[in-house]
């Protein structure tokens, strides 16, 4: 049986359905657990962090809680008895497209954000860092490695050393947001113009979460947004609440997203979108037009 680190009985929340699985007192609210698992956990309206609204119901709702159990940054997620992960470690990076997998296996140091694999012929992607777990870092070899390292923004770069070292890739990220933990970068990208990497990989500078926030297009159909944009239901969102650079420079970034069609937004906070290129175009103006109020 493998072992993690996992929440504490004696701190359990009380707003957790009555049942074997709970949340603690450790949720940082970085809604890990509500992506991979949204029939099992939910966000307490009292406290603002995860709960357990229903105790898992089905197999399928059992394995996505363990998910959600390995990938929980704080291990708040916990069971009155000892489970078996190990279907949820193997279970993990999750595919959402044929290409693209969901790693799982958050970091504290990047408050829980998602990070993605993509796989390519001409080397796999890693966009931003996830907790350098060992499973984790065994599956991506198996799986061919990485070749290049995108970080979004200075937020997200977590255990990116670790990953640099133990793949050899080279990480991307803009001039305006490396610091001290990231000035061995090995491909800063200056400006506010459109950066190709490779012909199915464009790094579009998007300033205004941070000075140097950056989306990824992949084939011209995916768009990892960072913190710089997420699915709201149908729609999308950003907020001004979580911007620590520039509002109004975030909704000029947001204008020049206009410029491309594609069909998923993957990103680092918050949920998912998939829609069709008119569909999403809409949901961005409507909340341009939002951000301008």
């Known amino acids: 049986m493998l072992s993690f680190f996992v929440a504490r009985l004696s701190a359990r929340l009380p707003e957790n359905s009555s049942g074997d699985y709970f949340v603690d007192d450790s949720c940082i609210d970085c809604e890990t657990c ?14 603002g962090l995860s709960i357990v609204r229903h105790q898992p119901g089905t197999r399928e709702q059992e394995l996505r809680a363990r998910m959600a159990i390995v990938s929980c940054p704080t291990s708040a ?16 990076p999750e595919a959402i497209t044929e290409d693209v997998l969901y790693c799982g296996y958050a970091s504290e140091s990047s408050f829980g954000a998602s990070s993605y694999l993509v796989r390519r012929d001409r080397g796999n992607v890693l966009v931003d ?56 970068v090995e491909r800063p990208v200056e400006g506010d113009a459109p950066v190709p990497l490779a012909p199915d990989l464009l790094a579009i500078p998007l300033p205004g979460h941070t000075r140097g926030s950056m989306a990824l297009l992949f084939r011209e159909k995916i768009l990892f947004t960072g913190d710089h944009l997420w699915g709201n239901g149908d729609g999308l969102d950003a907020s001004s609440g979580v911007c620590w650079y520039s509002w109004s420079e975030q909704t000029r970034s947001m204008e020049r997203l206009l410029d491309y069609d594609f069909e998923w937004v993957l990103p680092g906070h918050g949920p998912r979108l998939h829609a069709s290129p008119s569909r999403m175009r809409a949901a961005l103006e409507k909340l341009i037009a939002r951000m301008k109020r």
Not at 35 to 46: D, G
Not at 77 to 92: C, F, N, P, Y
Request: hydrophobic share 40%.
């Open 129 to 184: 860092s996830p907790r350098a777990a060992r499973p984790l870092m065994e599956r991506i070899a198996a799986l061919g490695g990485v070749a290049t390292m995108f970080l979004t923004h200075r937020d997200d770069v977590a255990d990116h050393e670790k990953y640099a070292r133990r793949f050899g890739c080279g990480r991307v990220l803009h001039a305006a947001d490396i610091g001290h933990g990231t000035r061995d």
């Open 77 to 92: 997620i916990g069971t009155s008895d000892k489970v078996d992960l190990r279907e949820a470690v193997d279970a993990l």
């Open 34 to 47: 509500r992506i991979l698992a949204p029939q099992v956990f939910a966000r307490s309206a009292r406290r």
